[in-house]
């Protein structure tokens, strides 16, 4: 399905921005119970840059995830991705871009037990009947070093290489922008590091764009740019330094 018609092209509000939100808000609840996770954020996001976002519990981190990715709907406002409109979209219009131009790394990895690597990779390409791109599915395969572990199941590899497995998958059908939920959450020291250089990896050398949700410090700091949010709102946003100088902005930010 193609999203390039002139009716549904729109220009975000930052520009050159792949995605973007405005003035979202998002409730949930009602009267007292009401819950404002999203309290009217405008905040644009480059083509090939990593960007991480940031805040306490509670803060909106998630949530503005999830509506920039398309898996949630903002109460107001409006959201662009790679000059589409996400809310003139239906629900089966969303699933065919989120399908074709997003890729996600989650936490969990949702890797699919009963298929090994190589199968867990080209999974999403072959549900969209897409033929895969053999050259580039083999680059990033060298690229994360699992050449020797493509017929391994998600049981006979290690955490470590399951997310890596997942970031070749989210990356194989080169989307728009992948999104990447606490993507070393469940992973020791080393196995981050990999996977936060992989992901670093990916958009200095493929140009990819990656806007990754962590309440880690340490992998924040690999990003170009961080994003803080509390109650709702951005209360930053400039370069990505040092954990250190992350974990002063959190502390600052409550």
């Known amino acids: 399905m193609s999203f390039s018609t002139p009716e549904a092209r729109v220009a975000g509000p930052a520009g050159s921005a792949l995605v973007s939100a405005t003035g979202v808000t998002r409730v949930y609840g009602e009267g007292e119970a009401e819950v404002r996770a999203l309290d009217g954020v405008t905040v644009g996001f480059p083509a090939g840059r990593f960007t991480a ?13 999830h509506i920039l990715a398309g898996l949630d709907r903002p109460t107001s406002g409006s959201v662009v991705l790679d000059g589409i409109e996400l809310s003139a979209l239906d629900d089966a219009r969303l699933t065919d871009l989120r399908r074709d131009k997003v890729g996600f790394v989650f936490q969990s990895f949702n890797l699919l037990p009963v298929l090994d690597a190589r199968e867990n990779i080209l999974l999403p390409l072959s549900i969209a009947g897409r033929k895969p791109d053999q050259a580039w599915v083999g680059r990033l395969i060298e690229t994360v070093g699992l050449g020797d572990r493509l017929s391994h199941r998600p049981s006979e590899l290690s955490a470590g290489q399951q997310q890596r497995v997942a970031i070749v998958r989210a990356l194989a059908a080169q989307p728009s922008v992948v999104f ?51 109650d709702g709102l951005v209360v930053h946003d400039g370069e990505a330094h040092s954990a250190g100088d992350v974990l002063d902005l959190l502390k600052a930010a409550g």
């Not at 976002?53 to 995830?65: A, N, R, V």
Request: hydrophobic fraction near 40%; aromatic fraction near 4%; glycine fraction near 8%.
């Open 53 to 65: 976002i940031m805040g306490p519990s509670g803060s909106g981190k998630s949530t503005l995830m």
């Open 180 to 230: 990447a939920d606490e993507p070393t959450g469940n992973l020791d020291s080393k196995s981050s590091a990999e996977v936060l250089e992989l992901l670093r990896r990916s958009v200095d050398e493929f140009g990819q764009t990656v806007i990754m949700v962590t309440h880690d410090a340490q992998a924040a700091s690999y990003a170009d740019r961080l994003l803080l949010l509390a």
